[in-house]
């Protein structure tokens, strides 16, 4: 439990308040979302409008490996959050990176269940949550 989350948004888990908190935001889009694993790092991106800023992408950058117990599941740890390609304030947002990872201390730890149906469709799971299911297609 971290006392500000709890202070602040009534809750005692500060990634699940975080994402109360944004999606709280009034008169806002959410557009394509992406996911690239490769090498060891995954990435995340989420477009994302907001009234009157313009879109920008939403970039979590996370280093993955191999779960030790569960050759099905990776551990995957976040590292940082960008807002890149913004339309307002681009040049200079896409050079500033938050330490979400920091942030988040031992939540920023996760385990992933990753099914590939075929060489186009993949299903990933939060290990922990099995209702948390998304499901990416490969676009190339």
């Known amino acids: 439990p971290n006392p500000f989350s709890r202070a602040f948004f009534g809750g005692e888990n500060l990634l699940e308040n975080t994402l109360a908190f944004t999606d709280a935001v009034p008169i806002k889009t959410v557009g394509l979302a992406t996911q690239r694993l490769q090498a060891g790092t995954l990435q995340n991106q989420v477009v994302i409008g907001v009234f009157p800023t313009g879109e920008s992408k939403m970039t979590t950058t996370c280093h993955y490996k191999p779960d030790a117990s569960d050759s099905g599941v990776l551990s995957v740890t976040i590292e940082k959050t960008q807002v890149l ?15 979400s990872g920091d942030a988040l201390g031992a939540a920023a730890t996760v385990k992933m269940k990753v099914t590939y149906l075929d060489e186009r469709l993949r299903i ?17």
């Open 85 to 99: 390609e913004a339309t307002w304030g681009g040049g200079l947002l896409d050079q500033l990176a938050f330490p």
């Open 124 to 140: 990933v799971r939060d290990a922990m949550r099995e209702t948390a299911c998304f499901v990416f297609t490969r676009t190339d």
